[in-house]
């Protein structure tokens, strides 16, 4: 039995499209077709049902996604059985909100490439809606976003949320505490309409009774740092992604009598029995994260730029 049909099959069936699997493996879609249907003769059942244009595998092919799981699983112990001593070469599809990139991504993706030197990384960073449109799809590997994605053969874990804050032009801002109020006559630049970090925001003002001068949704924090440096207004960030932009830009993270909602964070990925990378990956970053976590709840001196 070919075990490429057997793949084909698997992520056909995993993702629920013939189209999507096709993406994944790189293939054409007539390809990914011939290869089912030749799967399909050798085995002699029909494994999709091709009645209507809705995906829907038939009796025998809900019962050979089992068997071709266990058969991909136990060509990946082989390969590692046999190749002992031989550093396997990785690639991880990897997506992230622009929240986790400015925060702690980058040395987590420079830990894994110490660590790792076959690892191959491709890196998107997207919005929440799109980053879970493609991890659905197959597109992604893994993804930090701020939902979880559900779908079957997905698998989610919560990460600590992100402290956010409000920042303000240093020169401008220079008051050492803010009330709610006093914000709500400026101008405050926040993530992309409908996001969380938007959501929150508009229902803390309406939970205080205050209307906001206006709110900017903009989904580049790159932008807003940069808007928020030349006097426009006031921004909503991660504090993590604050405290490292204000080192070495005009820029103060401002006091508040009235917290922020924090950002959730998900870390949803697919378990590939094709593979062992993206399971030892994902186990290498839930490491990393835990550890740099614990880290941040010591205790640390506050730079005098942040408390000033």
């Given at each position: ?9 698997y ?11 096709a993406?994944?493996?790189?293939l ?32 025998a ?39 986790v ?9 420079e ?22 449109d ?37 020169q ?73 932009l ?19 964070v ?22 990393y ?20």
């Amino acid at each position: 039995m070919n075990l490429r049909f057997v793949e084909a099959f698997y992520w056909v069936a995993s993702l629920k499209s013939v189209t999507r699997a096709a993406e994944k493996l790189f293939l054409t879609q007539s390809a990914m077709s011939s290869r089912i249907a030749a799967l399909e003769e050798e085995l002699g059942v029909l494994l999709l049902d091709r009645r209507d244009k809705q995906f829907r595998l038939t009796v025998a092919g809900l019962r050979f996604f089992t068997y071709a799981q266990r058969l991909l699983e136990m060509q990946r112990e082989i390969k590692a059985e046999m190749g002992a001593g031989t550093p396997q070469a990785m690639t991880l599809r990897l997506g992230a909100i622009e929240s986790v990139l400015h925060s702690w991504l980058i040395p987590m993706v420079e830990k894994l490439q110490d660590d790792h030197e076959g690892l191959e990384l491709e890196m998107t960073v997207e919005t929440t809606p799109v980053l879970l449109d493609q991890i659905r799809r197959g597109a992604l590997d893994l993804i930090f976003a701020a939902l979880p994605a559900s779908m079957e053969g997905l698998r989610s874990r919560a990460l600590p949320p992100m402290e956010m804050v409000f920042v303000g032009n240093a020169q401008k801002m220079r008051r050492r505490m803010y009330r709610l109020s006093d914000l709500a006559d400026v101008d405050i630049l926040t993530f992309q309409r409908g996001s969380q970090p938007h959501v929150a925001l508009v229902d803390l003002f309406r939970q205080k009774k205050l209307e906001p001068r206006r709110v900017h949704t903009i989904s580049s924090i790159s932008a807003m740092t940069q808007l928020v440096e030349g006097g426009f207004g006031v921004a909503t960030l991660p504090l993590a992604a604050a405290q490292r932009l204000v080192e070495h830009r005009d820029l103060k993270l401002l006091k508040c009598d009235t917290a922020l909602q924090p950002l959730p964070v998900f870390a949803t990925f697919r378990a590939d029995p094709t593979s062992h990378a993206v399971e030892t990956v994902v186990q290498e970053v839930f490491r990393y994260i835990d550890s740099a976590q614990g880290k941040r709840a010591r205790p640390v001196a506050a730079s005098k730029k942040s408390m000033t």
